[in-house]
């Protein structure tokens, strides 16, 4: 598994869970000459970008770059989220970094703690054409910083519903299609299942982040449901909604229409819908990188599939989505002009439809009019919904981001005794009620605790 899959793999867990800098910059402002500071938190956003700086001839002598390395890796260590995410809030004020690039989560913090410069005006630069961002990309932003556009994103992750046409055709099943919610996918996932044969068993439909808890939170979410109450005082598991999902969800396992794997794999690999082992796949870009552009691998389809949006409710027409990188500008930053136009350079047209014109691993650019080339009917599903703009699960800011990692376990244990028949939906649920009800108690509890002390 390489570097890029770890790292949005650990980026997925973690984000699956005013004013700022005064005037607006005037463009004949001339830039500083002294070096800009560019913090990376993750260190595959700084090689991608010094790619970019090579290939554009950009003046890297202009800038100093701050690159955190391995910090994932530290969750190994015991690190609580919000301990995590702490840490890296002091990292930046140690720094004092012009231009920061953050995943979301951190992006949502310091814009809110009015850290960051609303750079709205300068995007609005002719030069810069903000209007062939995907639709939605800014609200999504803007909804990160208590509707004020303090950063911009070049790329984006979001998962869709890949299905191989000889196997629908092969069973006299009708091929899924777009908008469909996630009762008619389950349902469509058992009409083609069989129990497999010898060693080689055949599923309808599988994620690649399989375990039983991921595939509950990816239904409901994309579903439109909340799992708590808005204060994130109330866990909301045992309400119809959610034991619906648990009751869906866990039948299609058990009828082996859906694959999930165990608490101590909950990850898989496109290999199994590779291999024509599953009709469907909950899939990222980094499947149409492996099938369209590598061209020595023998298991390919040679586009014997088809994509299709993700699912979830229509009536929505929306999906959730994650931003990597969030690229901003520090409220105190000495040096705004020179820092919004490496910001400018590096998310601009140019740059991006040299550099980054197709799907790259686990990434899709977020500016359509680099796609040009590539085949609509692959790209467009990742484009056709617009993101959430907050999601029912992880986006609640009063629920601790540890709750996560605490309730998780609790949620597997309950999830396989409804699959196995050993509990009923109503008695698991019942169960994560009160077990996760305490959990959240006892985290806020010391969330309070902690920040009386700090004062």
């Known amino acids: ?36 500071k ?40 015991g690190k609580s989220l919000d301990e995590f995410y702490e840490g890296q809030k002091k990292f930046l004020d140690r720094h004092k970094p012009d231009v920061i690039v953050v995943d979301e989560n951190l992006f949502a913090d310091t814009a809110r703690e009015g850290k960051l410069y609303d750079m709205e005006a300068d995007l609005q630069d002719e030069s810069f054409h903000l209007n062939e961002f995907m639709p939605g990309l800014i609200d999504r932003l803007k909804s990160r910083g208590d509707g004020k556009l303090y950063g911009i994103a070049p790329y984006f992750y979001r998962q869709v519903l890949f299905y191989n046409k000889d196997l629908f055709e092969k069973h006299h099943v009708a091929p899924p299609r777009s908008n469909m919610t996630w009762d008619e996918v389950l349902e469509l996932a058992g009409q083609i299942s069989d129990p497999g044969s010898g060693k080689r068993d055949f599923h309808g439909i599988y994620h690649t982040y399989s375990a039983a808890p991921a595939m509950m939170y990816q239904i409901g979410s994309s579903s439109g449901l909340s799992l708590f109450d808005e204060k994130g005082e109330k866990l909301l598991i045992d309400t119809d909604g959610w034991k619906h999902v648990i009751k869906k969800m866990t039948e299609a396992v058990r009828s082996r229409a859906l694959l999930v794997h165990p608490k101590e794999r909950n990850m898989t690999h496109d290999g199994i819908f590779l291999d024509g082992d599953s009709a469907m796949l909950i899939g990222d870009p980094s499947f149409i990188h492996k099938d369209v552009m590598q061209p020595d691998d023998k298991r390919k389809l040679h586009k ?16 959730n989505m994650k931003l990597p990188y969030v690229y901003a500008v520090a409220a105190d930053s000495d040096n705004k002009q020179a820092a919004m136009e490496f910001v ?68 597997s244990e309950e999830l396989q005794a409804v699959i196995d028949g050993k509990k009923t939906v109503d008695q698991a649920a019942a169960e994560l009620k009160e077990k996760g009800q305490a959990a959240l108690r006892q985290l806020r509890d010391k969330e309070h605790t902690s920040n009386l002390t700090s004062k």
């Open 1 to 36: 598994m390489g570097k890029s899959r770890v790292t949005i793999t650990l980026l997925m867990i973690i984000a699956l869970i005013s004013g700022c800098a005064g005037k607006t910059l005037e463009h004949d402002e001339s830039i500083q000459t002294s070096k800009i």
């Open 38 to 77: 560019v913090l990376y938190q993750d260190e595959n956003a700084y090689y991608i970008d010094i790619g970019k700086i090579k290939m554009m001839n950009y003046p890297v002598d202009q800038i100093e770059f701050i690159v955190q390395t391995n910090e994932f890796a530290k969750f190994k260590d």
């Open 304 to 319: 014997k599939w088809g994509v299709l949006s993700p699912p979830g409710n229509p009536k929505l027409a929306e999906a």
């Open 344 to 411: 400018k350079f590096i998310n601009g047209k140019e740059t991006m439809g040299t550099y980054f014109q197709r799907f790259v691993y686990d990434y899709a650019p977020t500016r359509m009019g680099n796609l040009n080339d590539f085949d609509s009917t692959v790209t467009e599903p990742f484009y056709q919904l617009k993101p959430q703009m907050k999601d029912g699960i992880w986006d609640n800011r009063n629920v601790p981001r540890d709750f996560f990692l605490v309730f998780e376990p609790i949620l």
